[in-house]
């Protein structure tokens, strides 16, 4: 009886409407979601039925059948993406290419990654590369193949636009991780080509700051791309898209435009709802110590039950509990994808980090001591960079669209939506940025924070239309 009354939450309407999705003419929904965001309103919605009937024109080649033999084929699932590289671009639609940066920084090598799609569409050199970037816990696979390792966004996005999936610094391994989720034996590959000493290791979880990746992350776009860009950093990677324009070679090919999945806002204007809407602010306030920045936070069962494994996700079957959706997710991803997050990331992504600078700085100090610190690491460095998303600038943006799930509960509240986040955050953006162009669009079915893996051909659609609404 509990199983059924968990799946009863979901709404009928739209499980039918899943279940028999009508076949809508792709040019006259594309043209109803510029309606909306031609609005002069911080959000709108399209209805699930015009969502689902989304991806035609999007179908790959070979149907996805190559890379998910691959995916298959390797144990996890963990498949190397260099292989990628021997399919023919013509059977997948989009040119492969692996690519690996190797960065200095607070005097340590670190690798980033990423999986560039080049289209075959020669339309897609019109429109700006889409650059995916992970959030907390997840690498390239989670945005190139689903959780059954099925074509997954990027894929379907590649059909029509040019696209790169960046795995932030240690988030990637060749192979994934053999260990259990939750031994301390599962670290994360700040560097693909070697492991690396626990006190190594516990000194580069309490250095990993935004800056930290956002130096890796110039240095792979300018490398490997050209022309405009949107960063589409999801979770907690938001942070990422609004500090690139702090660096003027990516700035310049931002072009104050924005656009955000799952993406939220920087880190600041968490503190100011605090005091705005005070019975609504989250996430403020100093009076806790932060957490050991060495231990990484790891990912559970119970953790995602909470909002991300709803009735969309490709392993539900009718009956589980959303406990049991995220118990089946862990097994399945538990080797390609990290399920670690360093708890700075978290700190830096919070209202209350910075007044926490102090002990911050203090644990940085203790592991570099007590690791020695051989490569020369500069305290003074590291403090200067700690908590950037707090200080980013809000002003210089003309377009701004977060795309938002009407189940994303992190992001968007279905029963009010005007207490949803996204909601305040456009109103903030609206304020500094009076001629802008400030808009939301819910993707108004039960799909979650991971809506990637949950529709990623409609998703990919989706995106499609938004991407030609920008001027």
Request: glycine content about 8%; overall charge neutral.
């Amino acid at each position: 009886m509990a199983r059924l009354s968990t799946f009863l939450t979901c709404p009928v309407v739209a499980l039918l409407a899943i279940a028999s999705p009508l076949h809508a003419d792709p040019a006259a929904v594309e043209k109803k979601i510029h309606a909306l965001l031609d609005q002069d309103k911080i959000f709108a919605s399209l209805p699930g039925a015009d969502f689902l009937s989304l991806g035609v024109g999007f179908e790959l080649p070979d149907g996805g059948k190559q890379v998910t033999a691959l995916a298959l084929a390797a144990p996890g699932g963990a498949f190397d993406p260099r292989d990628l590289e021997k399919f023919p671009a013509a059977t997948l639609g989009y040119e492969a290419k692996w690519c690996v940066e190797r960065f200095k920084f607070y005097n340590m090598d670190w690798d980033i990654t990423g999986l560039r799609l080049t289209s075959l569409d020669p339309e897609a050199k019109k429109y700006p590369w889409l650059v995916i970037m992970n959030g907390g816990a997840a690498n390239v696979y989670e945005f190139y193949v689903d959780l059954k390792s099925q074509p997954g966004w990027g894929q379907f996005l590649a059909q029509k636009l040019n696209v790169m999936i960046v795995s932030i610094p240690g988030n990637f391994k060749y192979g994934g991780w053999k260990e259990p989720i939750e031994s301390n034996d599962r670290q994360p590959a700040y560097l693909l080509n070697q492991d690396l000493p626990m006190a190594e290791n516990n000194v580069r979880h309490a250095i990993y700051t935004n800056r930290l990746i956002m130096h890796g992350l110039e240095q792979l776009m300018m490398k490997h791309t050209t022309g405009d860009l949107f960063m589409i950093g999801h979770s907690t990677s938001g942070e990422l898209a609004f500090l690139s324009y702090e660096y003027p070679a990516l700035a310049a090919r931002l072009k104050g435009r924005f656009l955000g999945w799952g993406s939220g806002g920087p880190a600041r204007v968490h503190a100011i709802r605090a005091v705005k809407e005070p019975e609504k602010g989250r996430g403020y306030g100093g009076e806790r110590k932060p957490p050991a920045l060495h231990e990484l936070n790891r990912r559970s069962a119970s953790g995602y039950s909470g909002g991300y494994s709803r009735w969309l996700n490709p392993l539900y079957v009718a009956g589980d509990s959303t406990y049991q959706i995220a118990e089946k997710w862990m097994a399945a991803e538990g080797v390609r994808r990290p399920m670690f997050k360093q708890p700075l990331q978290d700190l830096e992504h919070s209202a209350a980090g910075w007044s926490r600078i102090g002990d911050v700085t203090r644990q940085i100090e203790v592991l570099l001591a007590e690791a020695g610190n051989p490569w020369g690491v500069n305290i003074d460095e590291v403090q200067k960079d700690l908590f950037s998303t707090a200080y980013t600038r809000m002003d210089g943006f003309n377009q701004m669209v977060w795309c938002v799930a009407h189940y994303d509960r992190n992001h968007w509240v279905p029963e009010t939506p005007m207490d949803s986040w996204e909601v305040f955050l456009a109103k903030e953006f609206r304020l500094k940025n009076p001629d802008a162009k400030v808009r939301i669009i819910v993707w108004d079915l039960p799909m979650t924070h991971y809506g990637h893996v949950e529709k990623p051909q409609q998703l990919a659609a989706a995106f499609y239309s938004v991407v030609r609404w920008y001027k």
